[in-house]
C-alpha cells in the first residue's frame, strides 16, 4: 500500500443545485473561497450538533472563517522591496509609505474578486438562459477579459454559447 497523500481526505462532492446556489450566496456574504466557505458551513453544522468540541471548532473558525480574497492575496504579495518586506496584512501597511505598491495590492485585490466572480458565473451560466442575466454577464467580461482568466473564458462561452432567449 503506498504512502497517505495530503489530500487523504478529499472527497469530490456533487451538490444539488439548490444547495449550490446557497452556496455562492454563502460566498458573496462571507467573501470566502468555494472550499473555505464548505469547510466553514461543515464546520458550524458538526459543531452545532454536537459532533465537534469547541477547541477544534474555534481552531477551524480560525482557520477556515477568516481567509478572504483581499486576505488571500496579501499572503501572496510578500516581496522584497529594498531588503525588506511589503506588509502582508493592513495593520502592518498603515503608517509606511508605499503608495505605489499599495496602488498596485489594491489592484490585485480587485482583479482577484473580479476572477472569483466570473468564475462563479461560469458554474452557473447553464443555470440562467435569460438574455438579460447573459447579456449583463458578457458585457462585464467584455470589459475585464483583459486581466480576467475567467472573464476571457467567459466572452468565449458567450460566443460559443451565444445567448438565449428567456424561456
Same mark, same amino acid.
Given at each position: ?36 466557505? %464548505? ?8 459543531? *452545532? ?9 474555534? $481552531?477551524?473558525?480560525? !482557520? ?7 486576505? !488571500? ?36 485585490? *480587485? ?6 466572480? $466570473? ?7 447553464? %443555470? ?5 442575466? *447573459?447579456? !449583463? ?31
Amino acid at each position: 500500500m503506498s504512502e497517505p497523500t495530503a489530500r487523504e481526505n478529499f472527497y469530490p462532492l456533487k451538490m444539488p443545485t439548490e444547495v449550490y446556489q446557497a452556496l455562492i450566496k454563502r460566498m458573496a456574504k462571507t467573501d470566502l473561497g468555494k472550499g473555505d466557505s %464548505l469547510i466553514d458551513m461543515l464546520t458550524e453544522t458538526v459543531y *452545532r450538533e454536537g459532533y465537534l468540541p469547541k477547541d477544534q471548532y474555534d $481552531f477551524l473558525k480560525r !482557520k477556515y472563517a477568516s481567509k478572504t480574497v483581499m486576505e !488571500k492575496v496579501l499572503e501572496g504579495r510578500r516581496h522584497l522591496v529594498e531588503g525588506q518586506a511589503l506588509p502582508v496584512n493592513e495593520e502592518q501597511a498603515e503608517g509606511q509609505a508605499l503608495p505605489i505598491l499599495r496602488g498596485q495590492l489594491a489592484e490585485d485585490v *480587485r482583479v482577484a474578486k473580479l476572477e472569483k466572480e $466570473f468564475k462563479a458565473v461560469l458554474d452557473q451560466w447553464d %443555470l440562467h438562459p435569460g438574455l438579460e442575466w *447573459r447579456l !449583463k454577464w458578457h458585457k462585464k467580461a467584455e470589459q475585464n477579459k483583459d486581466v480576467s482568466p475567467s472573464a476571457k473564458l467567459l466572452v468565449d462561452l458567450y460566443a460559443a454559447t451565444g445567448p438565449h432567449e428567456s424561456s
